[in-house]
Structures are given as structure tokens and as C-alpha cells.
């Protein structure tokens, strides 16, 4: 089979005649920002909207399927209803929930049937399953919440960006039962990331954001990831000699992994590392060891221990000893040497922090008990403003602040120095990120050129090192499909994607 087949998956748009009449789940991304009980932003409703109105009109009957928030198990306060109305809003039907059955893990029979999501498209609603992360099965892709709606639907189609680079009942082994198909949206998506994924150096991806753990580890991936990592990649021969050479270059951190570098550094700084520092450098970080000395930040925590343990990791194999450049001599300057200089990860250098009520600017070794890192600081944005004009390639996720609301300042110096350089290929994405940019053109009442702009947060940073696991399962279930791989039901389906995509070739 050729290179083009084994890159294929189904587009649901080409299909809609096959969909009329069928009960089709729609994985969507509706984790849009909350505050104060409201809906601040429902970028991700709007956009996942016009696909869900097309199948409306084809006469197929969707179940939509999203994640809120991160719940471990059923938790009321992470329920659906308070994205119901943006919801019903953006495609002009009332949409109603199908509730959880807290005390047996599973959705109410008497709802989750196809009698009862026929009778509700029948009345001009639609259905949607409430937080779908309140099953047990779902995050641990055991199948138990794909096989209970493989029983009710006829096909899935995924149409959630932001939820691509995880491996879930909705998403992944509900394929192993039903054939899967890509939405608008998604589909816009995996076409749109291409550009990231060439070795368009210099490179730089910048992380921020309150998912630190699963930042870093993204993080680790990113530095790991070869020019050639790619199919698309790994198949142009002008790489030859670029085989095991690095894709990314600079990987510029804030939001809330400074926390954890800020710890690491301090732990790593040994007696050899601090004798090269400055004197009252060396005596101040030696007093922070072994201290939760940052505000709401504990180090007793397993949680915080195992970010701890990643951030030293990736400090050793990627940062150069940082630490040792910014404080050694007596000169508070950093142009006398290039941060950047023989290190591909680049951490801040100072931090904006709320000490007694009062903001600063203050570097590591000045932090004392009680801080609170609110921003990268001054000094900080200067050196990533530099890196990032002579930039040819920029993917961005994550507020550089601790609080997208109250510390906004990095974050916006992040978006003029994207903005202001036009010769890079740029990408932006995420919940947060993209409320954030909104945030400031309203302000500004300007639009800022920050290149394609995705819906998925942590899936847009996956993007630059590999394709998506949700990608890969509906180009394995396109294959699983025109080999007669599925139920013999499911050869309506088989005969139209050969005339449609095989035969037309």
C-alpha cells in the first residue's frame, strides 16, 4: 500500500449521506476557561459548533462527548451544567445532559439509550454525555465506557484537538468496536500542524501554564525529538545528513513549571557548582535548601517531589548549569554572555514575586520564605524576546504567569515578540493561551499575528515531535475498515470510503 493510503483516515464530511439516520458519538474539547462560575471564553464551543450544525442538517444524530476540568471520578462541581447554555447557544439547540450514576460509575440506562437520544432529537435537542471524565474507564482507555456506548451508537467521529495526545475510551479503544472518522475541526487540525513538524531552525517552542507535571514531561519529549521524526520528514532526502540532529533548539519555560525549576536549581547547585558563584549568591541558595520556602508550593508533596526529580533531570542533560552563568562575577548584567549559549533549555533568570503585599523583581538567590512567583521577570523577558526574533519556527502554549487573570505581563511580552517577528512559521494553543490573546486585543483593539491557532494545548506541543495518538488510531481504523476488519454491519461504510477514496485513485 502506498505512502498516501497508509497516511489516510476518514473525513466525516465526506460521508454525510452514510451518517443520515445514524447515532454518530462526537468527541469534542468544550474545556473552555471558567471563572467565577461563568464561561470566560467558548473559543473552543464556537469553533467545534459549525461542524455539529452540519450534521444536523445531514440528519445524523449526534451524542457529544467532552471532558471539564480534571476530575478524579464523579465530582458535581465539574458537571456540564455550567457550559450547558454556551453549548446550546452556539448550535442553536438546547442540549441536555445524560447524567452519571455516581453510585454504580456509569451513565443512567433509562438516558443512555438509543430510544431516549432519538426521542430527544426528535423534540429539537441534542444530547451530551456529562463529563465523560467522571468514568473510571475513560483516562485509563480500559474500554469499559467504550464498550457500554459501542452498544448505542453507530460510529464515532472525533472532533477534540485538545484532548488528541491523550489515549482514552472516547477517543482511542472505542475504535477497536466502531469505525472512526475525523470532524471538521480535528481534520483542520492535523492539517494545520504540518508545518510545525519540519526542521525550520532555529526552533523554538515556549511552555507555560498549571500543568506542570505533564508539561514537563512534554517538555522531555520535545528535546528528545530528531529532525527526521516524522514520516513527513523522514522521507525528504535533504535530511540525509541531518539524521539524529536535534528538531527543536530552544525551549523557553514560565507559568507555574518555574516553581519547580526554581526548586531543582537549588537542589542541584552542590558545593562544586556553588564555589564558582559569587559569594552572597552561594551562602543565600545554600539557606533555601531543603526548605518549601515558596508560597503554596510543598515539598513534602508526592506530587511536587516527582516534578522536582523531572525539572533536575531535564536541568542536567539540557541546561548548561544556568545557574552558574547568572551568578558568577560581580556583574548584574547578562549581556556580557549569551544564556542561550551552549543550552537548549532556558529557564528564567529573575521572577516578578509578592513579597508582603509589594511586587519585584528578583532573582533566584533573593527569594526568601513566604514568596510568592507571580511572572517571569524584566531581565527574563528581554533574553526570550531575543531568542525568540531569530526564531524561524514558534509554538507556543501556556500563560508565562502563575494566574492568567492578575499576572498577565510576560504573558503579553511573549505576544509582542511573537507578533513582531514575520519571517517564522507560528502557532499558538490552548484554553488559557488563546483567552489570554483575546484578552489583549480587546485591550489593544488589535489583531496579533501569532500563526495558526489551535484549539489543543498540550496536543499542539505533542504535534511538534510526533503525530497525535488520535491520529494514529483513525488512519488504523481506516485501514481496519477496507480490510473488512469490523462487523459485516459495517460494509455500507466500507463500500462507499472505496469509491470515495480508493477507487477515485
Known sequence: MNTDLNSKYLIASDFLNELRGKIVLVKSDFNVPIHDGAVVDDYRIARSAPFIKKLLVSGAIPLLATHLGRPKGYDQKYSLDVIVDSVSSNLGHQAEIIRFDEKNNRYHNDQLSRDYIQKLIEG?????????????????????????????????????FGTAHRTEDTSNYIHTLVPGLAGDLLHVEIEGHKEIKKPNSPYTVIVGGDKVKDSLNLVRRILWAVKTSHQINSINPELMTSIGESLVDSVLVGGHLMNAFIYAQVDIANDSTLVKLKPEAARNIRGLRNQSFLEEYNLRSR??????????????????????????GDSNSFDDFDIADK?????????????????????????NNGDHIL????????IYDAII???????????????????????????????????????????????????????????????????GGGATLLET?????????????FQKLIRGGYDPKFRYLRDAVSISYLLAK
Not at 543550552?343 to 527569594?367: C, H, N, Q
Not at 511572572?375 to 528581554?382: A, N, P, S
Open 124 to 160: 429539537g435537542k441534542i444530547s451530551i454525555l456529562d463529563n465523560i471524565r467522571f468514568h473510571p474507564d475513560e483516562q485509563r482507555n480500559k474500554g469499559g465506557l467504550a464498550k457500554a456506548l459501542a452498544g448505542i451508537i453507530d460510529l464515532s467521529i472525533q472532533n477534540a
Open 303 to 328: 506530587q511536587v517531589e516527582e516534578e522536582v526529580r523531572l525539572a533536575k533531570g531535564l536541568l542536567r542533560l539540557y541546561n548548561n548549569y544556568q545557574i552558574v552563568n547568572q551568578f558568577k
Open 343 to 367: 543550552r537548549r533549555l532556558i529557564i528564567p533568570v529573575d521572577y516578578s514575586v509578592l513579597r508582603s503585599g509589594k511586587k519585584a523583581d528578583l532573582t533566584l538567590f533573593e527569594l
Open 375 to 382: 511572572d517571569i521577570g524584566t531581565r527574563t523577558k528581554r
Open 389 to 455: 526574533s531569530r526564531s524561524r519556527t514558534i509554538v507556543w502554549n501556556g500563560s508565562m504567569g502563575t494566574d492568567e487573570n492578575e499576572c498577565k505581563e510576560g504573558t503579553r511580552s511573549i505576544i509582542d515578540s511573537i507578533h513582531k517577528n514575520k519571517a517564522a512559521v507560528k502557532e499558538r494553543g490552548g484554553g488559557t493561551t488563546n483567552y489570554m490573546v483575546s484578552d489583549y486585543e480587546s485591550e489593544k483593539a488589535e489583531q496579533f499575528d501569532l500563526g495558526f491557532k489551535s484549539t
Open 465 to 477: 515531535v510526533l503525530d497525535s495518538p488520535v491520529t494514529v488510531c483513525l488512519r488504523m481504523s
